[in-house]
């Protein structure tokens, strides 16, 4: 007996009607038997049917997973990109703050220097 292509079952439905049994007396009734074995291959036929639609689906879900991975895996790596960028801008911030506070101060000095020199020359 041949095993099928896309599955572990020993008979497809075609061998399963082309069977044929030695004729015994005191046997089984042929007709009982060729009634059975029709439902077995509808069962059968129903059962491939299934297994082909099921591998259609696998292989779109498959296909859907490769490309989620992909997308998860680029977006990951945008999102190290962006973070990267984001403690680069905290560092800039960080010193645009003191070169601010920097400037500031030197104002400030700047400013009482100033203020000591108009004091001078009223005088």
């Known amino acids: ?3 099928t292509n896309s599955s572990e079952l020993l008979f497809s439905p075609e061998q399963i009607l ?5 004729v015994v007396l ?4 042929p007709i009982e ?3 059975f074995l ?3 291959i509808e069962d059968y036929r129903t059962f491939y049917s299934l297994i082909t639609e099921y591998e259609k689906e696998l292989f779109i879900l498959k296909d859907k997973l490769n490309k989620s ?3 998860h895996k680029k977006l990951s790596e945008e999102n190290e990109i962006l973070a990267h960028n984001q403690e680069k801008i905290e560092s800039e911030k960080f010193d645009n703050l003191n070169l601010i506070k920097r400037v500031s101060r030197l104002e400030k000095l700047i400013s009482k220097n100033s ?6 020359e009223d005088n």
């Open 1 to 3: 007996m041949k095993k």
């Open 18 to 22: 082309e069977k044929h049994f030695s």
């Open 26 to 29: 005191k046997g089984y009734s």
């Open 33 to 35: 038997v060729d009634d």
């Open 38 to 40: 029709d439902k077995i």
């Open 69 to 71: 991975l992909i997308e």
């Open 115 to 120: 203020n000591l020199f108009d004091d001078e």
